[in-house]
């Protein structure tokens, strides 16, 4: 393992989990081994440097190892320690299979034949041997889906004691990182926009796990007790279109929850009362996960039919209703905005000071973070690639993985370059995680541990 003194600086971020953990293995953990939600712990996407990292990879090159993955699911892989998890659904019969490229069209307006066993998995990270498995619920699915997607699209969460498993239509499962299940909540599926089903996933916070389930019939957000399971609040929302991941924000002046939606981005208490919100005119369908970088959460969409596709930059400190006219060019609160600004399903990425869009059909933009300035307009991948999983960076590079299986290196910096690409020839569509030294992209069939760690002791 390689430790870098810009690690050790961040000691004020250690995971305590020793106190709960019974596995010796599993006693002190720093926050840079661990990978505890969807694009990270802090949401980035973005990691300290690491020589020990990957920058190119194949099938056999750079691999630490390689495990199979039963079922389909599309949530990224959750590292705590020495344990990977991820979640999956297991069908007894074939139903449609998920393809690359945009989809223009319905849902899979009746559900997938045959009995399910929605799976949660946990893997070895220095081996990738399975530890356990466990089987959440079994039986036959009661909602549609997008043809995409999965029954397991969202990506677990954890606090280093519990990992939180959420089937966004079936119910939310809390197991013990050896394995037991310790309580579930089932949740109520109800019909979502085009029978596309849900997909943002969980987040936890001070004791508190956070779900946002937005449908045609009663949407939500709520809070359950992370130990017990217990609803702790529930609170309306006027919402249809949404599907990004909650964001706890923060900032120098509270925590907040900050989650966007077609009608209103809104923010709420840790109690779950509205802060603030405003109509941003938000894209058809909202699907990129807010995230915040130089003391602004970012919140954006960019459904690809829509001539409005935004990015907004939010100074914390809000109140109330930001703007009723959608005047967002001379609003203290908001930093800047860019109407045409936002991928469809990829969340941005802030490196530095830029803020880098991936664009579903194979494009990337780079603007200033703090302005808003365009630096560079869309430049093209070649070869081309479509993309729904949101990219990541470390060692001054953007990594883009395509549907197709093959990640774009990217140099970061005010000119695009291509440095080069690298190749794993299957559907790709979770975001892929990363912890230590480690790189963990998870496939249609297979979970890949990479690394390049032997070349970073040979490094003087």
């Not at 712990?41 to 300290?48: E, L, N, P, Y």
């Not at 849902?107 to 399910?116: L, Q, S, T």
């Not at 302005?371 to 001054?396: H, L, M, V």
């Amino acid at each position: 393992m390689v430790w870098r003194a810009d690690w050790m600086i961040r000691l004020s971020a250690v995971l305590l989990v020793g106190g709960w953990l019974a596995n010796s293995d599993l006693l002190l953990v720093y926050a840079d081994e661990n990978w505890t939600r969807f694009r990270g712990g802090d949401a980035t996407g973005v990691v300290a440097d690491n020589r020990a990292l990957p920058t190119q990879w194949s099938h056999t090159e750079n691999v630490t190892w390689v495990a199979d993955v039963p079922g389909q699911g599309w949530g990224s892989p959750i590292i705590v320690g020495q344990r990977v998890f991820v979640s999956s659904v297991v069908a007894d019969e074939a139903n449609t299979k998920p393809q690359d490229g945009l989809y223009l069209g319905q849902g899979v307006r009746d559900p997938a034949k045959g009995i399910h066993h929605w799976m949660v998995f946990c893997f070895d990270i220095t081996t990738g041997d399975e530890v356990w498995r466990h089987e959440a619920h079994t039986g036959r699915p009661l909602v549609p889906r997008h043809p995409k997607s999965s029954y397991a699209a969202e990506t677990p969460t954890t606090d280093g004691q519990r990992l939180y498993v959420l089937f966004g239509d079936l119910g939310l499962y809390a197991y013990s990182l050896e394995g037991e299940l310790l309580w579930s909540q089932m949740i109520e599926p109800k019909k979502t926009f085009m029978d596309y089903g849900a997909a943002a996933s969980p987040v936890v916070h001070d004791g508190q796990v956070i779900v946002v389930y937005d449908n045609r019939e009663d949407s939500w957000i709520a809070a359950f007790d992370a130990e017990s399971g217990e609803l702790k609040w529930r609170t309306p929302r006027d919402e249809t279109h949404s599907w990004a991941t909650p964001f706890v924000w923060q900032n120098e002046q509270r925590t907040e929850i900050v989650v966007p939606g077609k009608r209103q981005n809104r923010s709420y208490s840790l109690e779950g009362k509205e802060l603030w919100n405003f109509d941003g005119n938000m894209s058809s369908l909202v699907i990129p996960s807010p995230f915040a970088a130089h003391g602004m959460c970012y919140i954006a969409s960019g459904y690809v039919g829509d001539a409005h596709r935004p990015t907004f930059a939010i100074h914390p400190g809000a109140s109330g209703q930001l703007t009723a006219d959608g005047e967002y060019t001379n609003n203290q609160f908001i930093g800047w905005y860019q109407a045409k600004a936002s991928a469809y399903n990829t969340t941005q990425i802030v490196y530095g000071d830029y803020l880098y869009t991936i664009y579903d059909q194979g494009f990337m933009t780079c603007h200033h973070a703090l302005t808003g300035e365009e630096i560079y307009g869309k430049q093209r991948f070649s070869p081309k690639g479509t993309f729904t999983a949101s990219p990541w960076a470390y060692n001054g590079k953007l990594f883009c993985l395509s549907e197709q299986g093959l990640t774009y290196v990217i140099k970061t910096g005010p000119e695009f370059e291509l440095l080069g690409t690298n190749p794993l020839d299957e559907l790709c569509i979770a975001t892929p995680s990363i912890a230590g030294n480690k790189l963990l992209i998870r496939t249609l069939t297979k979970l890949y541990c990479l690394s390049s760690e032997d070349s970073a002791r040979e490094s003087p």
